[in-house]
């Protein structure tokens, strides 16, 4: 048989969820349930992807994050995601992008770290805190957003950009002092969700009015955050769910949660990943942006 040209490269299911940011369970769920993705097998019976099927997956994710459902995308064959692609992400990254926002996304194109600080630290002093974060960093990390999904931007600079606002945000934090330290807000994502930047924008906003806050990071077991919000005796619980979280797992987990902590603590939950929540539990405060904290 002739040779058709290079062999595609087959990648373990742990790099599939890294480099496209779909965790493994639902990677199998979509493999169940819609017949996609199709990963063949090695000799000990584990999964490998080709090529052609991460990159349809970070498609596939792209759309996601853009508020598409997984039943409405995961399923389409090639040539029908690539038309929706075009067509939905391509009109995204159309907009017109804000001046002060265009001189920012340059810096990250021409991978000018310095100039980027210090273009942050100017939009810092001029607005302030809070506004720099709902008014620059937020519609900043928006447009990175866009622009990758439309192929218009390299995932590089999109990782470039992600890690120097926690680097920034970090460091203003760190050197903010509050007086009052009890009864903290504490901030996490559940297991399943990576993208922990919003938490980050949240401290920020909640140190401005003086709220103190504890940041637990990323993917923390539900009994694990309840010890932590009990030791800390804590006012609230602030949960952040991106649009890549699995859409049917966010109510089950929210009352398990609900479950295991106390009537009298509050839980905040926000992130592009509720926006199909329309009725929440009287002791959930559902934050559809920043600007409502």
Not at 46 to 56: G, H, I, S, T
Not at 86 to 101: C, F, M, S, T, V
Not at 197 to 206: C, F, K, V
Not at 235 to 261: C, V, Y
């Amino acid at each position: 048989m002739a040779c058709t040209g290079k062999r595609s490269v087959l990648r373990p299911i742990s790099l599939v969820e890294r480099d496209t940011g779909i965790t493994k369970d639902t990677l199998r769920i979509w493999e169940r349930r819609y017949g996609f993705p199709l990963p063949e097998r090695n000799e000990q019976g584990e999964r490998l992807y080709p090529d052609d099927q991460v990159a349809r997956l970070l498609t596939i994710r792209k759309l996601i994050d853009h508020g598409m459902r997984p039943n409405r995308v995961v399923p389409l064959d090639e040539a029908k995601l690539q038309q929706l692609a075009e067509k939905y992400l391509g009109r995204q990254a159309d907009r017109i992008i804000p001046g002060e926002l265009r001189l920012l996304l340059d810096a990250v194109e021409a991978c000018d770290l310095i100039r980027l600080e210090d273009l942050l630290q100017r939009q810092l002093a001029l607005k302030g805190l809070e506004v720099c974060v709902t008014e620059v960093i937020a519609p900043l990390l928006e447009w990175i957003g866009d622009l990758w999904a439309a192929d218009k931007m390299e995932i590089y600079e999109e990782h470039l950009l992600s890690r120097q606002i926690y680097r920034f945000l970090d460091l203003i934090i760190s050197r903010t002092y509050l007086e009052e330290r009890s009864k903290p807000v504490i901030l996490a994502t559940l297991q399943g969700e990576q993208h922990g930047i919003g938490l980050l924008m949240t401290e920020a906003i909640l140190l401005t009015r003086g709220i103190p806050s504890l940041n637990l990071g990323t993917q923390i077991p539900i009994p694990q955050l309840a010890l932590v919000a009990e030791k800390a005796d804590a006012r609230a619980i602030g949960l952040s769910f991106s649009a890549s979280f699995p859409a049917r797992k966010i109510r089950p987990l929210l009352n398990e949660l609900l479950d295991a902590t106390p009537e009298s603590l509050d839980l905040l939950i926000g992130g592009a990943g509720t926006a199909c929540i329309k009725r929440v539990p009287a002791r959930i405060r559902l934050v559809r942006n920043l600007t409502e904290l």
